[in-house]
């Protein structure tokens, strides 16, 4: 029997995340899943074996094919004078087959994150390695600078480097007003499907990184390693995530606070809302998302339901994803202030 061309591309994309995922019996699985044969699905997978997609281990088991490429920029050779260089000389052939707004998202991340490295880090070198298969495309780019997460501490006087990468998530943070708005990693952080930044020990993400992911990050490194990694089949637009964030006019009003990436524990002190609230007056509206936030304690919830939000009713302060108990701590705060 033959597919349409979509039938069979969705076949062949469900049989690589299967493969990705170390799935066993693949074949048996993808068959029941179409409800088609397991001589088609070999088809399938010796047509990935031959294009050099895949490759096959043993009876039953494969693997997708992965490509690195690593490039060294250096500063007082000149490298480090364009930020769209990087994505010019390594990343753009990598990526012509993929679709229009993959290469939108890839062009603004890579750029921003350079730019970073230009004009923030005082780096002399700078490394971008692309590592591709079928599915995706990861960058790394490191770089032998100050380290960002330091030099964000030294820069606005804060009294550690966890009080500089809760900054971080919220946006609109730069050591350089007058040249920069602040703005990209916030952004780029939205359009990637994983994105990391470790430095100094420390590692900020927007995105739920283990163990078992592919990459070794080294806490003990100077400077900072930016990791990014996207589907090369996406539909993400980054207009779309633009207008998310943004008003009528464009400006950039809202943000979003991912309180399990900032706190360890359950957040319970004045302080550490306190922490949450510091330049919040800076946007419209601010959308707290409890996702994985078991409880708060009642100075938390009061310091910024009722402490910041009466000192600024300008500003919407919008709760988002709580479970049960959170939820019982504000509506007890709300109701009796």
């Given at each position: 029997?033959?597919?349409?061309?979509?039938k069979?591309?969705?076949?062949?994309?469900?049989?690589?995340?299967?493969?990705?995922?170390?799935?066993?019996?693949?074949?048996?699985?993808?068959?029941?899943?179409?409800?088609?044969?397991?001589?088609?699905?070999?088809?399938?997978?010796?047509?990935?074996?031959?294009?050099?997609?895949?490759?096959?281990?043993?009876?039953?088991?494969?693997?997708?094919?992965?490509?690195?490429?690593?490039?060294?920029?250096?500063?007082?050779?000149?490298?480090?004078?364009?930020?769209?260089?990087?994505y010019?000389?390594?990343?753009?052939?990598?990526?012509?087959?993929?679709?229009?707004?993959?290469?939108?998202?890839?062009?603004?991340?890579?750029?921003?994150?350079?730019?970073?490295?230009?004009?923030?880090?005082?780096?002399?070198?700078?490394?971008?390695?692309?590592?591709?298969?079928?599915?995706?495309?990861?960058?790394?780019?490191?770089?032998?600078?100050?380290?960002?997460?330091?030099?964000?501490?030294?820069?606005?006087?804060?009294?550690?480097?966890?009080?500089?990468?809760?900054?971080?998530?919220?946006?609109?943070?730069?050591?350089?007003?007058?040249?920069?708005?602040?703005?990209?990693?916030?952004?780029?952080?939205?359009m990637?499907?994983?994105?990391?930044?470790?430095?100094?020990?420390?590692?900020?993400?927007?995105?739920?990184?283990?163990?078992?992911?592919?990459?070794?990050?080294?806490?003990?490194?100077?400077?900072?390693?930016?990791?990014?990694?996207?589907?090369?089949?996406?539909?993400?637009?980054?207009?779309?995530?633009?207008?998310?964030?943004?008003?009528?006019?464009?400006?950039?009003?809202?943000?979003?606070?991912?309180?399990?990436?900032?706190?360890?524990?359950?957040?319970?002190?004045?302080?550490?809302?306190?922490?949450?609230?510091?330049?919040?007056?800076?946007?419209?509206?601010?959308?707290?998302?409890?996702e994985?936030?078991?409880?708060?304690?009642?100075?938390f919830?009061?310091?910024?339901?009722?402490?910041?939000?009466?000192?600024?009713?300008?500003?919407?302060v919008?709760?988002?994803?709580?479970?049960?108990?959170?939820?019982?701590?504000?509506?007890?705060?709300?109701?009796?202030?």
């Amino acid at each position: 029997m033959k597919y349409t061309t979509e039938k069979k591309q969705t076949i062949v994309l469900y049989i690589l995340e299967k493969i990705e995922s170390e799935t066993q019996s693949v074949s048996k699985v993808v068959a029941e899943t179409f409800n088609i044969s397991t001589n088609t699905v070999h088809t399938y997978l010796n047509e990935l074996i031959e294009n050099g997609i895949i490759e096959k281990q043993k009876r039953g088991k494969y693997n997708l094919v992965n490509t690195c490429h690593e490039y060294t920029f250096k500063r007082s050779a000149g490298d480090l004078r364009s930020d769209t260089l990087p994505y010019d000389i390594c990343l753009e052939k990598e990526i012509k087959h993929l679709s229009e707004n993959v290469k939108r998202i890839w062009l603004y991340g890579l750029s921003e994150m350079v730019n970073n490295v230009i004009d923030h880090s005082n780096a002399e070198n700078m490394k971008v390695i692309i590592l591709q298969n079928y599915l995706t495309t990861t960058v790394l780019l490191i770089d032998d600078g100050i380290g960002i997460f330091e030099k964000i501490k030294k820069h606005f006087d804060l009294p550690n480097l966890d009080e500089a990468i809760c900054e971080l998530f919220k946006g609109k943070l730069t050591t350089d007003e007058e040249n920069h708005s602040g703005e990209g990693i916030f952004f780029t952080s939205k359009m990637m499907d994983t994105f990391l930044i470790s430095s100094s020990g420390k590692i900020f993400t927007s995105s739920k990184f283990t163990d078992d992911n592919i990459f070794d990050i080294n806490e003990n490194m100077e400077g900072t390693c930016v990791l990014m990694s996207l589907s090369n089949f996406t539909h993400k637009i980054p207009k779309e995530i633009f207008d998310q964030y943004s008003n009528n006019d464009g400006s950039f009003t809202t943000t979003r606070i991912p309180l399990k990436d900032i706190f360890d524990a359950a957040p319970v002190s004045r302080s550490q809302a306190k922490r949450v609230c510091n330049r919040l007056e800076n946007f419209e509206e601010v959308i707290l998302d409890f996702e994985g936030i078991d409880w708060m304690g009642q100075g938390f919830a009061h310091q910024i339901f009722w402490v910041f939000q009466n000192a600024h009713p300008e500003i919407s302060v919008i709760p988002q994803n709580m479970n049960d108990s959170v939820q019982s701590m504000y509506k007890h705060v709300i109701k009796t202030t």
